[in-house]
């Protein structure tokens, strides 16, 4: 055999059923004759036609064709006459009349009106002396089918067949609201190859059985021995299939949440309404601070929420007002009340300054160590645009040890971002009302070549830890956003889709690979 | 958040900026934002309020390149006679406080005017809170007959021409005509008495916090001597803001004299005042806080490029310095003059167990078992718009004060963002199935906060029947070794007949069915909908 035979015979191995179906029809030449003679839909056609034309046993030519076809105004009038045809109807008899009569006979809108009068006066058929309508033809010649009428019955016509009188009229009825409009439509051609012929010739000898989709059936009773097996094309495009999967937001915060676990942080969690104690007394925020303002913080209606001990309470309202620790305070009488009002938390700080309180309260002076984590949705009153939203991610993180030192904390930032595979980062002094040092992070972006500002951190002020711990212990602490990294690893630029929830975007976005 | 605009003309008489300069910006605690041919944009953190002038924020940067370094001098002369301002018992209820100076030999062109009045509504707008807590006025000298009064009259019995004002008014109606009047008219409120600036000729100066006097209350090209006050509450804070201002004057060339302030009620005091505060240090409290090994001559030179002196174990701190509250302060600017790139990060070893939070370790097993079902997980707001809590039959709910957008509920259920996700995913491939776990949102007298939160489950299937959603329900609760008992009910959004509620140990904890029609409608959905929704509290504990 010689190799032309070899890929004849390739070619009828790998012969679809459809194929197979419409290989002998396709002397009809017409793709709608075969549709109809293989009772196949248009799908399956245009599908066969493409493995066809993929295997060259046919050439392929999608043509553009464009139909002028009736629109909406044109349908209406072709059963309730042309402004035009409505306007002259008037005229059959009494020959002349008043325009105000003939507008309100007509039953015309002042647009028709006025086109219908333009139409019969441009064909000559009326003048108007005077305020009056005159008919200048005859009965007869009045009641003939104009030829826009007959135009309009006549579509669909394709456009590149129109001839001059019709591309007039076609031009003419062009101008005036939907009486037509032009549809493209693309038609498939195809000339069978030489290959093709080949095939056609071939394919009434070919004899041997091929076997489809293996089925149970076959297997149990082994028929299929002796049978070949069609080969697919392999290459061909297979319909997608969409799987379940986590929404990429949460996949990203599982990550981060495994590298503080790996790193040996407890995890923190807590409600997403606080007591403003928590989110801003606590923590030093004076309570005439400008990010207490409703302008930028969510104040829950009329709720007043429950203070901790008493203890505590004092001992932080000390710090405000006197200080600690040789601090001077900020000087001002400190209001529970103030302190009571129910916020949605601004940063997930509130969990440390929790946290804080808690080992505060135990005996064992020892105990009072420990290194915790936190990644939770925070919320800030904002209008939402592309780069701002009300609600946002922040990780944070807290080591509480007698020796932690300012080089720790950049230690643990620098192995965390190294994770999320930042491997430059940069620390700028900053300043925060609760923690001092104070520092912003930012990270460098290799590809786009720019410093990406996360967020702050530092260590906590004795104005913090000692009403909450009673004592001074250095308490690293950091909270940055989550939201930015998680944009540029999905490559999102507007911020707002990272929670649309767009059922397309969930389906096809990548899974978080790190 | 204050950005502040320098001339780039003025700044580079000092520092020519070129890529090294701006990094060194950010670097000294004061982010580099933008720079063109006129200007260069800086942010300063509101700790700050000395750097917000060109001169403030100068002196302080060349020191920290090591250019002027140590605690700036400056020579203050003793009040001359009549340099008195005399404060009445009056003000005590309603603006207790002044500091005062006299800056003379000053040349005014349109340029150090605006420099002027910017740097009085940059410390307006930080550390005074919008004049609450500080107003800075400043006054041609040569328009006041010395001494002053500091004192509160009736506010109808002020009566002056205020600034960019054509006719005399008095006090009230400058609150409720005057543009300034009714920006700040709110920090007099409900005050019998206003504070007044009063010369011995009885010309009234101005009326603070809210405005001056158009007469005798606006520099000019011709202004060659002023008077400065500021008036509030914290002595202490006014006397530094008051030395922010007078250092600036003193650096554009001013001489600076000092006043005397005759409180009828507390000891008499001269301002400005610039002998330094000091504060001791620990060396060992410093090398422990930042991990370092710094000796004590590290930290003198340290100390003198932020701008402070170092003599025997004490840092003299510059007397317009208003964040120096704690040792720690001083210990940033020592980490700040050190570099924050100079440190070298150390990963310590502190042997702890990382622990992940329960809850959430059975949140992910959940996830698991529905996404091993082909459930595509959703991650939406925990605040709803009016509209949607209507559409979902809630008529109260808990709501957000001034919220900036349309979302001010916090939400109440699951299904209410489910069924708006749907909504807007009509053009996506049927079927859908989503899931989401999320808080929600109760009034609860007992708690904290007074709001209970708790973790839900919710799933959908459109199009969906009851069948399909038990059977998500069966494997789900077989997966994770629950058990529940389904019981008939009527549930509002539900079909009845078609609903379950879910029920552990005798109390419900979800219910699951198919949604009815009319609330489908509503939604815009156009496709059989069965859901889920489960507390997962009970669960997870």
Same mark, same amino acid.
């Given at each position: ?47 066969? $036609? ?16 464009? $139909? ?16 035009? #045809? #409505? ?25 028709? $009106? ?258 915790? $984590? ?86 906590? #002020? ?53 | ?26 670097? /000294? ?23 917000? %002038? ?9 020191? /920290? ?9 400056? %020579? ?364 929600? /949102? ?75 029609? %009319? ?23």
């Amino acid at each position: 055999m010689n190799k032309k035979e070899v890929d004849l015979e390739d070619l009828l191995l790998s012969l679809s059923p459809l194929e197979r179906t419409i290989l002998p029809l396709l002397h009809l030449s017409s793709v709608d004759k075969i549709s109809e003679q293989g009772k196949l839909d248009m799908i399956s056609l245009n599908r066969a $036609f493409q493995f066809l034309g993929n295997k060259n046993l046919i050439k392929l030519s999608k043509e553009k064709r464009k $139909f002028v076809k009736i629109d909406t105004n044109g349908i209406l009038y072709l059963k309730k006459g042309l402004p035009e #045809r #409505r306007l002259l109807s008037l005229l059959f008899d009494i020959k002349k009349i008043g325009l105000g009569d003939a507008k309100k006979r007509s039953g015309l809108s002042d647009n028709e $009106f006025a086109i219908a009068l333009g139409v019969l006066k441009e064909k000559k058929f009326v003048e108007v002396i005077t305020g009056s309508i005159n008919l200048k033809v005859s009965k007869e010649e009045a009641t003939k089918k104009f030829p826009e009428e007959k135009f309009l019955e006549s579509l669909p016509l394709e456009l590149e067949k129109l001839n001059e009188k019709e591309k007039n009229i076609f031009q003419k009825l062009k101008t005036r609201k939907d009486l037509v409009r032009i549809d493209e439509i693309s038609k498939i051609s195809f000339e069978i190859t030489e290959l093709g012929k080949k095939v056609i010739d071939e394919l009434p000898k070919f004899k041997k059985e091929l076997i489809e989709q293996l089925s149970s059936d076959m297997i149990k009773k082994g028929t299929w021995r002796g049978k070949v097996f069609r080969k697919y094309d392999i290459k061909s495009r297979a319909p997608e299939i969409y799987g379940g999967k986590r929404h990429f937001v949460n996949q990203a915060i599982d990550y981060a949440r495994k590298i503080w676990i790996e790193m040996g942080f407890k995890e923190m969690t807590g409600t997403l309404a606080q007591v403003s104690f928590w989110n801003f007394d606590a923590l030093f925020t004076a309570q005439d601070h400008p990010v207490r303002e409703m302008h930028d913080t969510f104040y829950v209606q009329e709720l007043k929420g429950k203070l901790p001990d008493k203890k505590i309470v004092k001992a932080v309202k000390g710090a405000h007002e006197k200080g600690v620790h040789g601090s001077k305070g900020w000087k001002y009488e400190w209001k529970e009340d103030e302190a009571k009002k129910i916020i949605l938390r601004t940063h997930t700080t509130c969990l440390s300054a929790k946290t804080l309180a808690i080992l505060g309260k135990l005996k064992d002076k020892k105990n009072k160590r420990g290194k915790f $984590f936190a990644v939770g949705k925070c919320f800030r009153n904002e209008t939402l645009d592309w780069s701002h939203g009300f609600e946002f991610y922040q990780t944070e993180g807290i080591v509480l040890d007698k020796n932690a030192n300012f080089r720790h904390l950049l230690g643990y930032l620098q192995e965390f971002y190294k994770k999320m595979g930042f491997n430059k980062i940069r620390f700028a002094p900053a300043y925060f009302p609760y923690t001092e040092p104070s520092m912003e992070i930012t990270v460098w972006h290799p590809e786009k070549k720019v410093w990406l500002e996360l967020g702050g951190a530092g260590i906590f #002020r004795p104005e913090v830890t000692i009403p909450l711990l009673g004592e001074f212990i250095p308490v690293l602490a950091w909270g940055p956003g989550f939201d930015r990294a998680i944009m540029d690893y999905y490559q999102i630029k507007d911020l707002r889709e990272m929670y649309k929830n767009d059922i397309n975007q969930l389906r096809k976005i990548k899974f978080w690979l790190k | 958040m204050a950005i502040v605009k320098f001339s780039r003309k003025e700044f580079e008489k000092y520092v020519k900026i070129n890529d090294k300069i701006k990094e060194k910006i950010s670097m /000294f605690g004061t982010p580099f934002e933008s720079i063109d041919k006129k200007e260069i944009q800086i942010e300063i953190f509101p700790n700050r309020p000395d750097l917000l %002038s060109l001169q403030g924020y100068i002196r302080a940067f060349l020191a /920290f390149l090591g250019k002027k370094k140590g605690l700036r001098q400056y %020579s203050i002369k003793k009040p001359e006679k009549n340099y008195e301002v005399k404060i009445n018992k009056s003000v005590r209820d309603v603006r207790p406080y002044t500091a005062c100076a006299i800056i003379k030999k000053l040349k005014f062109d349109d340029e150090r005017i605006k420099e002027v009045i910017d740097i009085q509504e940059k410390i307006h707008a930080t550390l005074g809170r919008n004049r609450k807590k500080i107003a800075i006025g400043i006054y041609p000298l040569e328009k006041i007959f010395l001494p002053i009064k500091y004192e509160a009259r009736k506010p109808e019995d002020i009566k002056f021409v205020p600034l960019e004002g054509k006719r005399e008014m008095n006090g009230l109606q400058i609150l409720q005509k005057h543009p300034t009047g009714k920006e700040y008219g709110y920090l007099l409120e409900g005050k019998k008495k206003f504070p007044v600036f009063v010369d011995v000729a009885g010309n009234i100066l101005s009326m603070p916090p809210i405005i001056n006097s158009e007469q005798t209350g606006k520099i000019t090209k011709n202004t060659k001597e002023v008077f400065v006050e500021c008036s509030g509450f914290d002595f202490n804070i006014l006397k530094k803001t008051l030395n922010i201002i007078i250092t600036m004057f003193a650096d554009m060339g001013g001489e600076v004299y000092q006043m005397r302030l005759n409180y009828g009620f507390r000891k008499q005091e001269l301002t400005p005042n610039l002998q330094p505060e000091k504060m001791k240090i620990n060396l060992n409290n410093i090398n422990k806080l930042l991990g370092l090994d710094l000796k004590e001559k590290d930290i003198k030179k340290l100390l003198e490029k932020m701008g402070y002196d170092y003599r025997n174990k004490e840092v003299l701190i510059p007397a317009w310095r208003t964040d120096i509250l704690h040792e720690v302060d001083i210990i940033e600017d020592i980490a700040i003059a050190y570099g924050y790139d100079n440190f070298e990060p150390e990963l310590p070893e502190i042997s702890t167990v990382g622990e992940e939070d329960k809850k959430e370790i059975i949140k992910r097993k959940i996830s698991g078992v529905l996404t091993g079902l082909n459930f595509i997980e959703v991650s939406s707001y925990h605040l709803l718009t009016k509209q949607d809590m209507k559409k979902s039959g809630h008529r109260a709910g808990i709501e957000i004060e001034k919220s900036k957008t349309d979302y001010n509920f916090l939400k109440p259920d699951l299904l209410c963002s489910a069924l708006k996700i749907l909504s807007e995913n009509t053009d996506a491939e049927y079927p859908q199935k989503i899931f989401e776990i999320g808080k929600v /949102f109760e009034k609860n007298d007992k708690t904290e906060t007074r709001i209970e939160e708790r973790d839900k489950l919710i799933i959908t299937i459109t199009p969906g029947n009851f069948t399909q959603i038990k059977q998500i329900f069966d494997y789900l609760t077989n997966m994770t070794d629950t058990k529940f008992e389904i019981s008939e009910t009527i549930a509002h959004n539900f079909i009845e007949g078609r609903t379950g509620r879910i029920m552990m140990e005798g109390k419900q904890i979800g219910i699951l069915g198919e949604i009815h029609p %009319s609330v489908l409608r509503a939604w815009h959905l156009k496709m059989p909908l069965a859901c889920l929704e489960i507390d997962l509290e009970k669960i997870i504990s």
